[in-house]
């Protein structure tokens, strides 16, 4: 043992916890970030649910793993592979292992590695680190009999103890960290403000980590520090994940527009959480429906839309198609509505629980005829409240069905997030009827920007009705005319083509680059990441990344034409390439595809990315 | 007195095929809500596809001829969002019970406020003249030329199986009785099943044959009224009772029976057994059913949505979004 350990200053680190899933494995990992936050330091979280939640307890299938990027400097990405891997059992140890850099420090809990444990993990051997051939620096703690030593006169029961095994971990881990426990202490006794004792036990049992690893100085050679660097961002935090911020951008821009916010929805992974976070608000007039099914929360919401509210629907590939036919109804009608598409592995159920960007040619041209929809796509948790906010504005401001795409792993992934003020953010000012219009007006009517007014049921003088069957430009009566059909038809499309986005900003060498890194929604951070490695490396490389999909910024072509290579970078096996192709003439890129359901990782694309530069 | 008349309430020019019964109840229904006196503008009427979901097009109120099946779905979330509205939703035999169907029980279930019409003519009009859920065993039509080889939805039935509070029913050419139903769907707060019989002249001619006119309802048919002893035929010398675990048909006057021994109806009985009897009534041996057969108050979710934000509001510190954003976990860089 090495009394004396150093400490070691790092501008970043990645830990990984993993456990069974009823080890507490992702409350632990939560309040790691958030002091490390506190600190100012920028995080970026992923949490990696089992594939099976019903896996029995201690086996392969069934463990879950919460992974924290930690930075003195801004960090992109929950990380590739980690310096840390806490094991809480064999099973976590086999399947986590290969999240492991070579450097890596393993902390497992010896009582959980007897021979029943590790015949759970299939392991044939008493020695699990020999049997698979581990070198790196393992912490191997009692934990199990330390925690139970801890708590012995608490009066808790063995299985509470044993429920705070994931706080001793989080002890060791802060110890090898240097971290405070106070900010720990702290979410602890909020998190469990009606039970005290139980908040007590669980900060006994991280101060309990803490000293072990202090005393024993087990097994490392040093503990680190990442000092926040760089200019800090000043204000008040919190740490929030994709699917928060989502709800909370609705919230936000409903408040705006001062309306009522309605959310029609059927529960699917890896959306659900969208509708649990809104159902909480009722404080706020936030009205929830979960519907029979996703055709009645699309169809719901259109109802909703038509009575005056802003209207939303969520869910994931599976619902989007099962929601098109109603989808297309409010781009006949030309209603607002939100649909959120919180990406998931398909085809069919595919794989729920996993990320990937396949649903793309779904959204932009999942329905019959010609059915145009903006489309834009959040680009990290944070983002996921401005784009949100901005979905439900462009769909009341433009009449129009909006869909929202996210995914998985910015749903589920977190980062420190500045709260906003609502003063800072665009007003929304939907076309409603005004009382002068009484007269004159026809539910077909347009204002210059090609959008239909609003009359809400309920406003004297505007009785009118809209439908799915085609309507006469300007009374709506139905009209089988072809003309008018094909006028129609230019008019839906003209009025989405109108609609204005920000220009899509290139980042890195932008006036120089030999490479282009071109992507869109969800992976901006791994890609942002692999931008900068190559720089770092010395090569010339800028990443143009799309959040408004349709319309695309007005800027697309000049960016993507601008440079001599451009490689478009997705989870799926090219419809982002195609839809470029679609609306650039003769563009030509190199693509990098790949569908595992999981994040990227940004050293492959580094590694393919420099061949397509080197070419 | 309603400031209304039906005048108030018609739009354009009905397109439906001469004699098709959607042009009676279309007339009646426009009385009803004249009646009622609810502005059209406070009023708002939704339909799926079919025939009788060209309705709301000749309507002056608020209204939408949406897709195929939806259309008790989207009244729903019209209702839930702003619940000073009347809504009324129309939809035929297909539309409501065939591919929504779904959407049919669970806004039974939930009891929502509006007013669920069915134009139950037994076959798809629309798409000229297939077999629809109501349509009887053996029925022949362009898509079963051999008969059909399944047994009917009973809309009484599975509106009760969805724990409906509100069926009545009404025949599209007898407009008193429809005016009557449509009244008692308005008053009834919650779901309100009206399921109307409605000739298509042109695919299914005479399918409610037995009870299309004034004297065949007098033969064949029993207008239920709350609280009257059950009495019908041509010269009312017909009654109902009860028989060990059903109904009977009596002649009044005949073994010593009297308008004493008759069962009288009830409407508000929680218990809908015997209500579902009459539902289900059919000729030869049985008279049709008309009017309000039940009619039980419930708690309706759009009220029970609006009370739970009153109580949370109440409840809860937090009431916009600056103040929302307090009551995460927060931290200061400074
Ligand atoms: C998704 C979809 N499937 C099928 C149709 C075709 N369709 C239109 S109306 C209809 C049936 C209409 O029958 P019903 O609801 O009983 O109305 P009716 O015409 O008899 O009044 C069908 C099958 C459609 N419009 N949309
Ligand atoms: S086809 Fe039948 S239901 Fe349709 S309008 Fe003609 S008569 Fe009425
Ligand atoms: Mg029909």
Known sequence: MTKNASVVDLDQVVVRFSGDSGDGMQLAGNIFSTISATVGNDICTFPDYPADIRAPQGSLTGVSGFQVHIGADKVFTPGDKCDVLVAMNPAALKTQYKFCKPTAAIIIDTDCFQEADLKKADFKTLNAIEEMGIKNDVIAAPITQMVKDCLADSGMDNKAILKCRNMFALGLVCWLFNRDLTVAANMLKEKFAKKPGVAESNIKVIQAGYDYGHNTHSSVSHTYTVDTKGVKDKGTFMDINGNKATAYGLIAAAEKAGLKLYLGSYPITPATDVLHELAKHKSLGVTTVQCEDEIAGCASAIGASFAGALACTSTSGPGISLKSEAMNLAVIMELPLVVLDVQRGGPATGLPTKSEQTDLLQCLFGRNGESPIPVITATSPTDCFDSAYMACKMALEHMTPVVLMTDAFIANGSAAWKLPKLEDYPAINPPYVTPEMKETWAPYQRNAEGSRYWAIPGTEGFTHILGGLEKDNKTGDISTNPENHDLMTHLRQEKINKIQVPDVEVMGDADNAELLIVGFGGTFGHLHAAMDEMRAAGKKVALAHFKYINPLPKNTASVLKKYKKVVVAEQNLGQFAGWLRMKVDNFAPYQFNEVKGQPFAVSEMVTAFTEIYNK | ?334
């Open chain 2, 1 to 334: 007195m309603s400031e209304y008349t039906a005048k108030d309430f018609k739009k354009g020019q009905p397109r439906w095929c001469p004699g098709c019964g959607d042009h009676f109840f279309l007339a009646s229904l426009q009385k009803a809500m004249a009646e009622i006196g609810i502005a059209p503008y406070d009023t708002a009427v939704i339909s799926g596809i079919g025939c009788s979901s060209r309705l709301p097009h000749y309507m002056a109120t608020y209204g939408m001829n949406t897709i195929h099946g939806r259309a008790a779905a989207i009244a729903t979330g019209c209702k839930v969002a702003n619940p000073n509205l009347t809504v009324w939703q129309v939809s035929g035999d297909g539309d409501g019970l065939a591919i929504g169907g779904n959407h049919f029980i669970h806004a039974n279930r939930r009891n929502i406020d509006m007013n669920m019409i069915l134009l139950n003519n037994r076959i798809y009009g629309l798409t000229k003249g297939q077999y629809s859920p109501t349509s009887p065993r053996g029925f022949v039509s362009k898509s079963s030329p051999y008969g059909t080889v399944e047994d009917p939805f009973r809309p009484a039935e599975l509106c009760f199986g969805a724990r409906g509070h509100f069926f009545a029913r009404a025949v599209a050419t007898d407009a008193p009785g429809t005016i009557e139903v449509m009244k008692a769907a308005q008053a009834h707060r919650g779901a309100s099943v009206c399921e109307i019989l409605q000739n298509c002249v042109i695919f299914n001619e005479g399918t409610h044959e037995s009870v299309y006119s004034a004297e065949g309802r007098k033969k064949n048919a029993i207008y239920l009224q709350h609280g009257k002893p059950m009495i019908f035929g041509e010269n009312n010398e017909f009654g109902l009772m009860q028989e060990g675990f059903g109904l009977k048909v009596v002649k009044i006057g005949e073994n010593g029976i009297t308008e004493k021994d008759l069962l009288v109806h009830d409407a508000h009985c929680e218990d809908n057994t015997l209500q579902l009897k009459l539902a289900l009534m059919e000729g030869p041996d049985f008279p049709v059913a008309l009017g309000v057969i039940r009619d039980v108050e419930a708690p309706t979710y759009n009220d029970a949505v609006e009370a739970q934000i009153e109580d949370v509001k109440g409840k809860k510190k937090y009431h916009n979004f600056q103040e929302l954003l307090m009551t995460n976990d927060t931290w200061e860089v400074k």
